[in-house]
């Protein structure tokens, strides 16, 4: 996945995951307060340019989710024909992909919160989306 797509998809994914946890330390840890380069495609893609209305991802959380989506795309062909596949799939990236840096940074009370949100999110956009391409590729 692209980058700047990753980060667009990360800055939702920070969104949802903060509407259900309202800690401050939570927030700066999944947000950034300044403009990183990977957050260039969001800013072009608002709405207005006097006001801030989308998420801008910190940059460890788009690396996370990136990670996330990797594994879920190094999965997806040996698992999207049986039961469960959400299930398997957030299990391996909740097993393979280093969520430490929540804990470590953000807040330890919210941190598995946190962690299964972004598991769950990351799967329910991309396995859809992997799906999409696969069929494209065999037409």
């Given at each position: 996945?692209?980058?700047?797509?990753?980060?667009?998809v990360?800055?939702?994914?920070a969104r949802y995951g903060l509407r259900a946890v309202r800690c401050d330390d939570c927030k700066t840890c999944l947000t950034s307060p300044?403009?990183?380069?990977?957050?260039?495609?969001?800013?072009?893609?608002?709405?207005?340019d006097n006001k801030q209305s989308l998420t801008y991802p910190s940059e460890r959380l788009v690396e996370?989710?990136?990670a996330s989506i990797t594994v879920l795309d190094g999965?997806?062909?040996?698992?999207?024909?049986?039961?469960?596949?959400e299930e398997k799939i957030r299990a391996?990236?909740?097993n393979t992909v280093d969520f430490g840096w929540i804990q470590s940074s953000g807040c330890s009370l919210h941190h598995q919160e946190i962690v299964d949100g972004i598991a769950?999110?990351?799967t329910r956009i991309s396995v859809p989306w992997w799906c999409k391409r696969r069929n494209r590729s065999l037409m």
């Open positions: 996945m692209d980058l700047f797509s990753a980060a667009y990360t800055g939702f994914i300044v403009m990183l380069p990977t957050n260039a495609f969001i800013y072009f893609k608002e709405y207005k996370t989710v990136s999965m997806m062909a040996e698992v999207a024909h049986t039961y469960s596949v391996a990236i909740e769950r999110s990351a």
